[in-house]
């Protein structure tokens, strides 16, 4: 599509949107009695309309049935994780047997890795971008620590070329290669939370798997934001937050895949919990564990039903409007915000890709002098970036509740900053 920087093209986009109604879904964030232009949703995902009923549900429940409620609510709370499986899995392109939704990300993390990470004396090192998310720094860092190993030794950082903001694939193939009897898994994000890359997930797990190692991969900034297919893509695990592109409220639960070949396999390490103890004989109360199959022997604890009751409200969202649908507007809707920030490269750096396949929703954007006062500016003018130190402002034009219009009104407030 040729794009153009007027009012009136912005606007003939949001007319023929089909996903345009989805805005009406979300609590918009109000400055002055106006809607703000929300662009953080890679960090915090505006609040689905329809979550408090679902909340409310469940405090009824709660109220009227107390432990009752496990069998007899309107959700019994005993068979909660069935009720997000099926709309979790279309989202990550997984089969249902191979999702659960559980726990928080960073302890699903620890807990695949646990599974999938079995270094032996020859083959133990760990393969991940730098500058990860300081989160799955740390559980790689105590994962090697874990196992006896030094992580200096252990982990091999994946770093972009001089003078390079992002890595190239063959680059990240060719480290692979380079390690290929010493390497025990890579695991990487999907997309960069920093720099917006995404990933070529599925070149990189059969590099991996080609040379004897494991892919997982952490799909926060993924997750509900690329068309993912993970069990085509024959990844080994993934996890995932919900509360960035899946809307899923703050501390939000999260989602774990184990690809079915390791999921019906009970010989896997684990550690266990009652949860993930086969559902028949649960409350048997019984020694010796059996897990159920796939990806709900994972789990520990019993439902967490207010997080996952968000959840299963804003997974009904994506299941109407169809997360390639969504991906299909989300990249018009991001590729209309790079031509329109191309008019300022005097005075910034959009350092995400710009072509579709290496990126999600994202822009991060390098302001060339003073980019704390030009996201001040932004905040001033109604618009919502989020800024990272050391110096970028990160953009997320959410196709769900983002139209062309907000994007337009990015492009005149920037005019007017740099016109001053
Ligand atoms: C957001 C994010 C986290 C946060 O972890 P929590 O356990 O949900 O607090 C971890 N890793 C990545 C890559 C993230 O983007």
Redesign the pocket.
């Known amino acids: 599509m040729t794009f153009e920087n007027s009012l009136a093209f912005a606007q003939n986009l949001d007319q023929t949107d089909k996903l345009a109604h989805f805005r009406d879904e979300f609590h918009l964030i109000q400055k002055d009695g106006k809607p703000m232009v929300y662009l953080c949703g890679n960090s915090l995902g505006l609040q689905p309309k329809r979550v408090k009923a679902a909340i409310d549900q469940e405090l009824k429940d709660w109220a009227e049935l107390g432990v009752e409620g496990h069998f007899d609510g309107k959700n019994p709370w005993m068979y909660y994780h069935h009720f997000l499986t099926e709309k979790a899995a279309k989202v990550v392109g997984a089969k249902n047997s191979e999702v659960v939704i559980m726990n928080?990300?960073?302890a699903n993390l620890h807990l695949m890795m646990v599974s999938f990470y079995r270094p032996t004396a020859s083959r133990y090192k760990i393969m991940m971008e730098v500058s990860?998310?300081p989160?799955?720094q740390y559980a790689m860092e105590t994962q090697a620590r874990f196992h006896g190993l030094n992580p200096d030794e252990a982990i091999i950082e994946l770093k972009p070329r001089e003078g390079e903001y992002t890595l190239r694939t063959e680059d990240i193939l060719a480290k692979i290669e380079e390690n290929k009897d010493t390497l025990a898994i890579v695991m990487m994000?999907g997309v960069n939370?920093y720099t917006g890359q995404a990933f070529d997930i599925k070149t990189i797990a059969a590099t991996a798997h080609a040379v004897g190692a494991r892919a997982g991969f952490?799909l926060?900034?993924a997750a509900g934001n690329l068309h993912l297919q993970l069990h085509d893509w024959n990844v080994d695990f993934a996890v995932w937050?919900t509360y960035?592109y899946l809307n899923s409220g703050p501390g939000g639960t999260?989602g774990v895949f184990v690809h079915e070949r390791h999921g019906n396999n009970p010989e896997i390490n684990r550690f266990a919990g009652w949860w993930g103890h086969d559902e028949k004989e649960r409350f048997l109360m019984k020694k010796g564990f059996i897990p159920m199959e796939g990806a709900a022997g994972w789990q520990l604890s019993n439902a967490q039903i207010f997080p996952m009751a968000i959840h299963k409200a804003s997974l009904e969202l994506f299941d109407e409007a169809g997360i390639e649908n969504l991906r299909k507007k989300s990249e018009l809707l991001t590729g209309y915000l790079y031509f329109i920030l191309k008019d300022f490269t005097e005075h910034l750096t959009v350092i995400t890709p710009e072509d579709p396949a290496q990126r999600g929703c994202q822009l991060s954007i390098i302001v060339k002098q003073d980019g704390k006062k030009l996201f001040d500016y932004l905040q001033s003018q109604n618009i919502l970036p989020d800024w990272r130190e050391p110096d970028v402002i990160r953009m997320s034009p959410v196709p769900m509740y983002t139209n062309f219009e907000d994007v337009f009104k990015i492009g005149e407030a920037l005019k007017n900053y740099f016109a001053s």
Request: with cysteine; charged share 20%.
């Open positions: 928080n990300l960073t990860a998310f989160s799955d994000g939370y952490d926060a900034h937050c960035k999260s």
